[in-house]
């Protein structure tokens, strides 16, 4: 169905000629669903545009269903399915109009349309909504859509980059089951990238991609089965999970360390089990537990055994200080809060409040109101009812002194696309107040602690995603806030550069600083000290990560995962009456 002999592909970013792939070879057999994982900037999405012929290769060939990609461009695209990291709609359209649009495209006879058009209505559930604007749904609608569009003409080979990233677990969910339908039913053989490794656990092949090089193309079964006997969860009773994980990342013979609920799990460098008294020689009562592979420790020990990996450390961003109303007092409160668009109630008399230094989840389905929510209590949009109180400032009379204390890192990339690294942190330390040499004094802290230095006359827009994430990071925490709020901070970036963003937040909150994050990674909900689950604009449940799990307990999940209590509390609501 594709393949890849010796291909080679190059940009020129400024002065630096960059390689996006190197030498690639790899082939796929028809049927089934391959996924394509790795790093950010490992070659996934130009690897995409040549199978699709959108690019040329530099050198190799691409054949694709049996034509040359780079000679016969348009001839592939007609057979082909496409569906772009950044959705191929049209804002401006109704869904009615981007499935016009895309039959015609694609070449679909009138007649055939409205029975292909009510079999991807029944399959995406967006019949009720034809009429409605794609710029007005949300973002699991959307992704629906452009699925939605690349079925138009059921094809024989469907490429789908990053198609899941920014939805929550019950649209990835339905996403997946449409894939595997049109892979069953119709034959289909789909080439899927994904930063959602619990994803490419499912498909029946993977290929791992780093610096522009396979580093492996099998079954998952068959990566996890390469770092047998290096999985382990360690407790220590009395020791919190945020400050366990930071010191097990630094203890000798660890690969790798991520909160698992109360405890952590570690990949370790060598298949014998860690002594507890070595891991957490002060922690007497520690317990280290074998625990089977999973795929996401092979990514991890592959790309770190690569020679070219320069892993981002887990060291910390300094933080603001903790002010002298202690650890307990509330920073945020919202009592009865509303936000009305026209006729349309988004946020229904919410209430919750936030304590200083705790790290605070606000989860949701995509249009639970949560981005709503976040805009409200950064002062970027006036509350329609309520009480709303940040950093001790009533944000409906004193906006300007609570934004203040707060720094935002927004859902989309949000900075200044066409001025450099350094133009933007000099926009953003003069924007905060920070003169002379107070602004000299952070933006060098910035470049250095971000590892940016090298990207200081990169415009911001051409950076790869894990890089862009690292730079708003940064613009957030310019200021030294008190309070930071977080929308999806890592959103479609790699598992690596995951693990180094919450390793700085960690660190923040611990020195006191309040952090309000949401987040579609399940598992990033652990990091949380509590959180809240919003559906259709209300609060659903809130508690700490443990309670939310407890509450999905039951004889067909024992030891439920955030994901199994997530989808478990959406369903009850969703439930018929």
Known sequence: MLTFQGVSKGFQ?????????????????????TGLIGPDGAGKTTLMRLACGLLRPDAGRVRTLGLDAAEEPEAVQARIGYMPQRFGLYEDLSVQENLDLYADLQGVARPERPERYAELMR??????????????????????????????????????????????PVSRRELWAIVYR????????VLLSTAYLDEAERCDQVILLHQGCVLGHDTPAAFSAGVAGRGFEVSAPGMGARRLQ???????????AVIAGERVRIVTLESAAPEPGALLPDAPEASVAAVPPRFEDAFVALIHASPETVVDGPEPAPAAPVTAAGADDEVIRIEGLERRFGDFLAVKGISFSVRRGEIFGLLGANG?????????????????????????????????DARRSIGYMAQRFSLYANLTVLQNLRFFAGAYGLRRGRGRARIAWALETFGLADYT?????????????????????????????????????????????????????EAGVTVLVTTHFMEEADYCDRLVIMADGRVLAEGTPAQMKARARGP??????????????IEQVEAPA
């Open 246 to 256: 930071a010191r097990l990342s630094q203890a000798p013979g660890v690969l790798d």
């Open 182 to 189: 049109q892979v069953r039913e119709a034959g289909m053989t």
């Open 13 to 33: 970013s400024g002065k630096r000629r960059v390689t996006a792939l190197d030498g690639v070879t790899l082939s796929l057999a028809p049927g089934g669903v």
């Open 123 to 168: 399959l995406t559930g967006l019949g009720p909504f034809t009429d409605r604007l794609a710029g007005r749904l949300s973002g699991g609608m959307k992704q629906k859509l452009g699925l939605a569009c690349a079925l138009v003409r059921p094809p024989p080979l469907l490429l789908l980059d990053e198609s899941t990233v920014g939805v929550d």
């Open 368 to 400: 639970a109101g949560k981005t709503t929510t976040f805009r409200m209590l950064c002062g970027l949009l006036p509350a329609s009812g309520g009480q709303l109180s940040v950093a001790g400032h009533d944000l409906r009379r004193a906006g300007a």
């Open 556 to 569: 067909d999940h024992p030891q439920p995962s955030m994901e199994d209590a997530f989808i478990h509390l």
């Open 457 to 509: 006359g990169a415009n911001a827009g051409d950076l790869p995603l894990g890089y862009k994430q690292r730079l708003a990071f940064a613009a957030s925490l310019m200021h030294e806030p008190e309070i930071l709020f977080l929308d999806e901070p890592t959103s479609g970036v790699d598992p690596l550069a995951r693990r180094a963003f919450w390793a700085r937040t960690n660190a923040l909150a």
